[in-house]
């Protein structure tokens, strides 16, 4: 009895050290946009060119996140944990003593190096040391770093920068990634050191080359610009690039990522439904800061402090979700999550206009971030609760080898979203404004007669009046276009819905040493049929 308890007080402290380096990695990606202008007044570079700082991060994080699994297998989770977890802290350590926007960019890579590592094998680590009953409370705590990180980012960004020094984001990392690694060296349990076997080199290859190129492309967002010949011609490589890969990952011995765990059912399953709730959460986490900064005129910091109580309640829905999860299943709870985020995505769709309050916002934002809660961490849990110990390492890190995708792929699709609708509403709009309307006459009316008492002539009274109503008719065509682009993530969430009916809601592994299991002959499990 004493060793169960020990063993257990052991693996919760084993998550404690990985929820560390988990909330490090994901606040500092969010935590770095607002970071942004302030940067680019210091380094004296145009946008163009501080983009550079997010792009070689997400660049860097493609490029490495496929090779966790590979390095996991040879040197074990332990070394590597505290590897990615060193070289996080090392690169914060660099960026916040950057003398210039290149300088920035090198550093952002090492930080990126060690970043790209600690999730995936984080998520490895918690299946080795909690019993798979234990699996869903285990990760529903881990899902508090995972999904309350990028909430948090803005608030306290916005707090450091307008009150610190804005080299603080980075340097705040330091002693926290300094304190994750001696814990990590004190609480992890280390593994032996196997010997190396043959590194897939072409795999390695064709999928850094393919998802660095469509990466580089789709982080474009709506500005993709296909009239420039590098944008075509490195998505047509990436896509190429990835064909090489899926065939090489098929016929190889040892491939870099087994692909062929997606024969697993709920494990392939549960992929989509985690792409369509990462689009249904960029939703809220890409629009609903543009609406309150850009169109409403809150600062960083109220927009962060705005969106803050939907992610305590995310933090909170995460491990109440996990431990139901290991007695219910995944779709008692999942459906209803569901149900709740598309319902709550129309109700912030229809909320984001000029005279919404702020605590109506919050309120359905809250409200999306119950469903999230309830839905998210059952639906990873089922699909990797289908993979046999001895893959979970390669799931992991494929499986954030997709939510990487998904996540740029996301935003780059509800930016557009949100581009053609924007245009198509203006349209609409503008083609009400003649002189046979009386609301349009009689507003540009008004106007003239305004600015002629300011001192303006005639004509260039009525060219301001012009002038100022198109800028409110566009600024009307994109707060429509923001709500709907919300609301089109309802509709998607409706085909999780779908697919969520599809899945087995057991766990499909069982333990070699209960009866029914078989013993695999790497060492694993039998996939029960």
């Known amino acids: 009895m004493e060793d169960n308890n020990s063993d257990l007080l052991a693996s919760w402290l084993a998550l404690c050290v990985v929820i560390i380096g988990t909330f ?49 297998e040879i040197f074990g989770g332990k070394r590597i944990y505290m590897f990615a977890l060193a070289m996080f802290t090392l690169g914060s350590l660099l960026c916040g003593f950057a003398w210039s926007n290149t300088s920035m960019i090198v550093f952002r890579v090492i930080q990126a190096i060690g970043g790209g590592m600690i999730m995936p094998v984080g998520m490895s680590i918690i299946y080795q040391v909690f019993p798979r009953e234990k699996i869903g409370l285990a990760l529903g705590f881990w899902g508090i770093a995972a999904m309350a990180a990028p909430a948090t980012g803005p608030t306290l960004g916005g707090y450091i920068i307008e009150k610190m020094d804005w080299r603080l984001i980075f340097n705040v990392n330091v002693p926290i990634g300094i304190i994750g690694v001696i814990l990590a060296g004190i609480l992890l349990k280390g593994e032996e050191r196997k010997p190396f076997k043959s590194f897939d080199i072409i795999g390695f290859l064709s999928s850094t080359v393919g998802i660095v190129s469509i990466l580089y492309v789709l982080g474009e967002g709506s500005s993709i610009d296909w009239g420039k010949i590098q944008n075509p011609m490195l998505m047509t490589l990436g896509c190429l690039s990835l064909v090489l890969f899926v065939v090489n990952e098929l016929t190889h011995p040892e491939p870099l990522l087994d692909l062929k765990i997606f024969k697993l059912f709920d494990f392939s399953i549960s992929q989509i439904i985690t792409s369509v709730l990462n689009f249904a959460l960029m939703g809220g986490i890409y629009i609903l800061p543009l609406f309150l900064q850009n169109v409403r005129g809150y600062t960083a910091m109220e927009t962060g ?78 699909g990797m609760n289908a993979v046999p110990p001895h893959l979970v390492g390669k799931a992991s890190a494929l499986s954030n080898t997709i939510r990487q995708i998904a996540g740029s792929l996301s935003i780059t699709v509800i930016s557009t979203i949100m581009e053609s609708k924007t245009d198509y509403n203006y349209l609409k709009l503008a083609e009400q404004i003649t002189n046979y309307n009386k609301t349009s006459t009689d507003t540009i009316s008004l106007l003239t007669k305004a600015y002629m008492h300011t001192g303006l002539s005639q004509g260039t009274a009525q060219g301001t009046a012009i002038s100022q109503l198109v800028r409110m008719i566009q600024g009307q065509a994109t707060v429509d276009a923001m709500g709907y682009s919300v609301s089109v993530t309802a509709l998607v969430v409706f085909l999780a819905i779908i697919l969520t009916l599809l899945m087995k809601n057991k766990p499909t592994i069982k333990d070699k040493n209960k009866e029914g299991g078989k013993n695999d002959p790497k060492g694993g499990v039998v996939v029960s049929e």
């Open 24 to 72: 490090m990695s994901i606040l500092d990606s969010s935590i770095v946009n607002i970071a942004l202008p302030k940067m680019m007044a210091v380094f004296g570079v145009p946008l163009d060119d501080i983009k550079w700082v997010l792009t070689s991060y997400t660049l860097a994080l493609g490029a490495i996140i496929p090779l966790t699994g590979y390095l996991q």
């Open 305 to 382: 402090l705005i969106m803050l109580p939907g992610a305590l309640v995310m933090g909170i829905m995460m491990p109440i979700s996990g431990n139901l999860f290991d007695k219910i299943g995944a779709k008692a709870l999942v459906v209803p999550g569901l149900i709740i985020l598309a319902i709550s995505s129309y109700e912030l769709g229809t909320a984001i206009n000029m005279n919404s309050s702020k605590e109506t916002i919050i309120f359905i934002n809250c409200i999306r971030s119950v469903g999230i809660g309830l839905s998210m961490m059952p639906i990873s849990t089922v």
